[in-house]
């Protein structure tokens, strides 16, 4: 009996002890990637700023329907609802293995910050800017992918190759649907605190059915007076400037980029919904560009997507994008862009996709570089022919590809 007593006893006080222990944070990290890998072919394939010797190409393309990556993500519980979260992603070549970004191995994503339902969330690091964050829902790339659908040359920065260094974000909590962020990224150039930099801002109003958002963003050259893009500017990747294609080929050695934009969609039931969007773009010129005038782009597009069973989603896009005349151009550029995409699920982390697009580009731009020569526009699909667009006035192209996320 008193080794019964002493033992309950042992119960009573150990219970006790674990009842007054310090609660220690709860924390979490995430081992997440995607491996996407297809064919495509291209009906003219040629270099960038080449307006002759374009050829049909059949090449395999990784990350199409969502770029290869693999990353860590995570937080810990700070109390009071606070968390402090982080997250790594680094991008990859699945059909070589290469890393997308040379001497960056997290150069997708690598940021660190704090959240709280009450008060929102603010992160610092290289992360996309608030423009892109809350109009993405309503991005283009979502049914018809960035590689084939994003607007032309990705001309508004709607897909997920614009990432700034540095940058400081802050976003809402959603309050009546209504979600407001801004950021700003630091170049660090001596003597400025514009050279270089990108800010950003952003409202959304997300309720039932119905979603819009409207964004504004400037990336500004760190090289004073426009020219060569610096290597810190905050949005560039090695010195080279990010969203150069042929419809913006003669305008690299701009000043500054400047992105406006409205998004929206709604959702008729679970098997259809549709979005669109219009934007503003500008490149403007410095003491040292190579143009004179402000380019202007403006672009509308709008995607259909369809759900009529659990394991396929198919969708159409169209977008049309018009350059206004400066520069010496009087006819100015234009660009039509139809896409078509079929994705089917094999399960939820496993599927199997097609995409077709066609673009029909009229009209004059600049050459290469700001060069004073007046050239006939030439097409390029989406941002994955960026590199390697049509030598004339149109391009279709095809793809098929299987998708794994892990």
Not at 74 to 84: P, S, V
Not at 334 to 351: E, I, P, V
Request: glycine fraction near 14%; include cysteine; hydrophobic fraction near 35%.
């Amino acid at each position: 009996m008193k080794r019964s007593t002493s033992s309950a006893k042992a119960v009573v006080i150990g219970a006790a002890l674990v009842g007054c222990a310090p609660a220690f944070a709860q924390s979490s990290v995430t081992l997440y990637g995607i491996v996407d890998n297809g064919l495509a072919y291209q009906s003219s394939s040629t270099s960038l700023g080449s307006t002759s010797g374009g050829h049909s190409v059949v090449k395999m393309t990784p990350g199409v329907w969502a770029g290869s990556r693999f990353g860590l993500k995570g937080g810990e519980d700070l109390g009071g609802g606070t968390r402090a979260i982080f997250q790594l992603e680094s991008g990859l070549n699945s059909a070589t293995g290469a890393a997308q970004y040379t001497n960056a191995l997290f150069g997708r994503l690598a940021y660190v910050g704090v959240t709280n339902p009450a008060y929102g969330t603010f992160t610092a690091g290289r992360q996309y800017a608030s423009y892109y964050q809350l109009l993405s829902p309503y991005s283009p790339t979502t049914w018809i992918t960035g590689f084939y659908g994003a607007h032309p040359g990705d001309i508004d920065g709607l897909d997920t190759i614009y990432r700034a260094n540095n940058t400081l974000e802050y976003t809402s909590p959603k309050l009546y649907g209504l979600t407001v962020s801004g950021s700003y990224s630091l170049a660090g150039v001596a003597g400025s605190v514009s050279q270089g930099s990108t800010w950003t801002t952003a409202v959304q109003y997300a309720m039932g059915p119905i979603g819009l958002a409207v964004g504004f963003s400037r990336i500004n050259n760190s090289t004073s007076g426009g020219g060569a893009w610096g290597s810190d500017s905050t949005t560039s990747n090695g010195g080279s400037q990010i969203g150069v294609s042929a419809l913006t080929n003669g305008y690299q050695t701009a000043r500054a980029q400047q992105r406006f934009a409205v998004g929206g969609g709604y959702t008729f039931n679970s098997a259809w919904d549709v979005t669109a969007t219009y934007s503003n773009v500008q490149y403007i010129p410095g003491i040292n560009s190579k143009f004179t005038d402000t380019a202007i782009f403006n672009t509308g597009g709008v995607v259909l997507h369809w759900k009529p069973v659990t394991v396929w989603d198919l969708a159409a896009g169209y977008s049309y994008t018009r350059a206004t005349q400066a520069n010496g151009i009087k006819d100015s550029a234009t660009y039509q862009q139809f896409n078509l995409s079929q994705y089917y699920a094999l399960s939820k982390r496993t599927g199997l996709y097609a995409l077709e697009a066609y673009q029909r580009a009229n009209g004059k731009t600049l050459g290469t570089n700001g060069s004073s020569q007046i050239i006939e526009a030439t097409a390029t699909i989406g941002d994955g022919f960026n590199t390697t667009p049509s030598s004339t006035g149109s391009q279709f192209a095809f793809g098929l590809g299987v998708i794994h996320r892990f």
